[in-house]
């Protein structure tokens, strides 16, 4: 990967996702550069994210607000920001990110704005295939 800085927001438009270098900020609108486009898009404010700067084991770019799901299907975690990047288990208990993407099994499943309701199924309803 050639950059250290990422971010990933939803357009405003079209709800499609938009990754870019750059963020623009004009009052309580957020902007992200798309070079697809060649212009600046304005985006959904709540879903702007972060790269962690780790990708999982099919090397998809983790941002922060996916869930990636582990060994047991049934076992899913959000990315959150706190000075560096975690994983939260389901119990609560968290793991740094970078201990944990090396693992052949930890991929991105999905995020908090696309599946808000990944986590709360999960610990509702377990392994449904079980």
């Given amino acids: 990967m050639d950059y250290d800085y990422l971010v990933r927001g939803k357009r405003a438009d079209n709800g499609a996702w938009l990754v870019s270098e750059s963020v623009w900020r ?3 609108e957020i902007h992200l550069y798309s070079k697809e486009d060649g212009f600046w898009v304005e985006i959904v404010p709540q879903t702007l994210g972060e790269w962690s700067r780790e990708c999982d084991a099919a090397g998809n770019l ?5 869930y990636c799901s582990g060994s047991q299907s049934h076992v899913v975690w959000e990315v959150y920001r706190s000075g560096s990047y975690f994983l939260v ?3 609560a208990t968290t793991q740094e990110l970078l201990s944990l993407v090396e693992h052949p099994w930890c991929k991105v499943v999905g ?3 696309d599946n808000p309701r990944l986590m709360l199924d999960t610990l509702i309803g377990g392994d449904k295939d079980a």
């Avoid at 983790?62 to 996916?66: M, R, S």
């Fill in 62 to 66: 983790i941002f922060d607000g996916d």
């Fill in 111 to 113: 995020n908090i704005h």
């Fill in 26 to 28: 004009d009052g309580d």
């Fill in 89 to 91: 288990w389901t119990d």
